[in-house]
């Protein structure tokens, strides 16, 4: 009995995920548990495994595509099963290639996987195409005639266009009727122009290396952006957009907080401890303080303030996908090497990809740390509807007067940033002030 893979749902409040690649093609056997396809959220990227093992019957989606999550992406069966019951509405119209009768000869599918245009390419039938591809070949004019398709179910998809346009192989306007797809263009580049309709039938010849080495090389990369990138992009302009953002700058002595990171080193091991940083410190003294000021474990919601009893600590982690921020639930309750281990647990996630989306969300107050790259004070932007988030600097040298006496002793920078609807910068600067004496005697925090 043939088996439907759907795209999964990855959290409460995942609705849709983009196919990023199908690791499969219509026709290919797959054993169960390796990866058909991989897919995204708009922070997160997973890997779905073959549910059973068997032949692969049809795709239905292709790469790029947003696809809503529970609804069916693709078919394993054997020969000959019936897989009608599972085809999307949308697709019921267009007929699904069967893996046993492959639109092209299985040898020259292993020469060529995937072939390159040319002017003798036999006639592609340019109804099945995607919208993506459609709207790409309509600004480009790329000669779909030429094209080869390389989509689920022998279907044109952007990438086919585009390496038309790479190759030069486009027609101009004028001469988009009635042009043939033996026809060598004698325009720029191969272009098929008004003029080629009434010339002489030109020998088949292949164009593409030579198109291929007249294009001349570019003098920069347009890359489209990922979604996480389209995401935090709207994301940081609407809150600097929308928000009356300001920021505190504020140092502390760090001298004993140094000193009981360095015991915590030494003795961590015996202590049964993890390895608790300075960050972790910074987050454990946050979540404490935090709930002496309400309006910054808050949000702002246009006419609505909402204060939690509760500390929700989101934590900016920098992945290779972009800016991500999990969220420890409840710090406040956690013991400093509890919240330790929590924070290291999402951190981790995020920076695999593979957080679950519902860990992103729900944060009262954020922390950001650049003290390791150097940075000695900067301006973080605040998560809406969230009122604050801190940023943690480096630790550098100053010197202060005691006894009478110049002397050093490291400093460590912290900046806030507060919303100015939702609070003035008199309680937003007691917070820093008390946030201040609490790491400069951290051992009298943890005995609170």
Do not use: W
């Amino acid at each position: 009995m043939a088996t439907v893979v759907i795209m999964p749902r990855q959290g409460q409040s995942v609705e849709s995920c983009i196919i990023t690649a199908f690791n499969k093609k219509v026709g290919d056997m797959v054993e169960k548990g390796e990866t058909l396809f991989s897919y995204e959220t708009d922070k997160s990227s997973f890997d779905e495994p073959a549910p059973e093992s068997g032949k692969l019957l049809a795709i239905f989606r292709e790469e790029g595509d947003d696809v809503p999550c529970l609804e069916n992406v693709c078919v394993i069966g054997q020969d000959g099963e019936d897989i009608s019951a599972f085809v999307p509405k949308e697709e019921e119209t267009a007929a699904v290639a069967p893996a046993e009768v492959p639109a092209v000869a299985p040898a020259a599918q292993a020469a060529t996987p995937v072939a390159e245009p040319t002017a003798t390419a036999v006639a592609t039938d340019i109804r099945a195409i995607s919208p993506r591809a459609r709207l790409l070949a309509e600004k480009t004019h790329a000669d779909l005639l030429k094209a080869v398709p390389t989509g689920p179910n022998g279907r044109i998809i952007e990438r086919d266009v585009q390496r038309l346009v790479d190759l030069g192989l486009t027609v101009s306007p004028a001469a988009k009727e009635g042009y043939s797809v033996a026809m060598e263009g004698s325009g720029i580049n191969g272009k098929v122009v008004l003029g080629d309709l009434n010339a002489p039938a030109v020998a088949e010849a292949p164009v593409a290396a030579e198109a291929a080495s007249a294009t001349p090389v570019a003098a920069y990369e347009d890359v489209k952006l990922p979604n996480i990138r389209k995401v935090i992009a709207k994301s940081m302009h609407d809150s600097l957009a929308n928000m009356a953002q300001l920021t505190l700058n504020a140092s502390f002595d760090a001298t004993k907080l140094m000193a009981f990171r360095a015991s915590l080193k030494a003795g961590a091991e015996k202590m049964g401890l993890g390895n608790i940083t300075l960050n972790d410190m910074v987050l454990f003294a946050v979540s404490r303080v935090l709930l002496n000021h309400k309006t910054l474990n808050a949000h702002y919601l246009d006419d609505t303030m909402r204060y939690f009893n509760t500390v929700n600590l989101g934590v900016a982690v920098d992945t290779e996908r972009g800016l991500m921020v999990p969220t420890v639930f409840g710090a406040e309750k956690m013991s400093l090497n509890e919240l330790s281990k929590a924070a290291k647990t999402v951190i981790t996630a995020a920076q695999s990809g593979t957080i679950n989306p519902d860990l992103l969300k729900g944060g009262t107050f954020t922390v950001t740390n650049l003290g390791s790259l150097g940075i000695e004070s900067f301006t973080p932007v605040i998560n809406p509807p969230q009122t604050g988030i801190l940023g943690v600097c480096n630790i550098t040298k100053r010197i202060k007067e005691v006894n009478g006496e110049d002397v050093t002793y490291p400093a460590m920078g912290l900046s806030l940033t507060f919303d100015h609807r939702a609070l003035d910068g008199a309680p937003a600067a007691k917070f820093l002030k008390e946030l201040c004496f609490a790491l400069e005697n951290f051992d009298l925090l943890l005995t609170k």
